[in-house]
């Protein structure tokens, strides 16, 4: 079973930056997705930036808030994925999640889906 552990939530003002952690028990080339979702109060969970592999190589994609200022990466010997956050916005303020997806086959094609338990993060004006 796979665990995951966020970290590097926290206080920032609006124009700073931080950087998301998300520690994998596994090693990240098991996974067929590694993603950061966040979740605001009353609103919906939602994409922020995805990493799949595809064909052995990574194809990176980000949600249009997040393009131009996050940056997603992974770092295989921590069994990390990273979120780098640079020019936060208050409206960037919510729970960040990290996510992975697993595919494997036994019996028939299976995916595990795996949910970190957050971090939070606030952007003050």
């Known amino acids: 079973q796979v665990q995951l552990a966020e970290s590097g939530g926290g206080l920032v003002q609006a124009g700073g930056s931080l950087r998301l952690s998300c520690v994998a028990s596994?090693?990240?080339?098991?996974?067929?997705?590694m993603g950061w979702y966040r979740q605001s109060p009353g609103k919906q969970r939602e994409l922020v930036a995805i990493?799949?592999?595809?064909?052995?190589?990574?194809?990176?994609n980000y949600a249009d808030s997040a393009k131009g200022r996050f940056t997603i990466s992974r770092d295989n010997a921590k069994k990390t994925v990273y979120l780098q956050m640079d020019s936060l916005k208050p409206d960037d303020t919510a729970v960040y999640y990290c996510k992975t997806e697993l595919t494997y086959y036994f019996m028939r094609w299976r995916t595990e889906t795996t949910w970190g338990r957050g971090t939070q993060v606030n952007v003050s004006s």
């Open positions: 596994r090693s990240l080339d098991d996974f067929t997705s």
């Open positions: 990493i799949n592999r595809e064909r052995n190589a990574d194809n990176t």
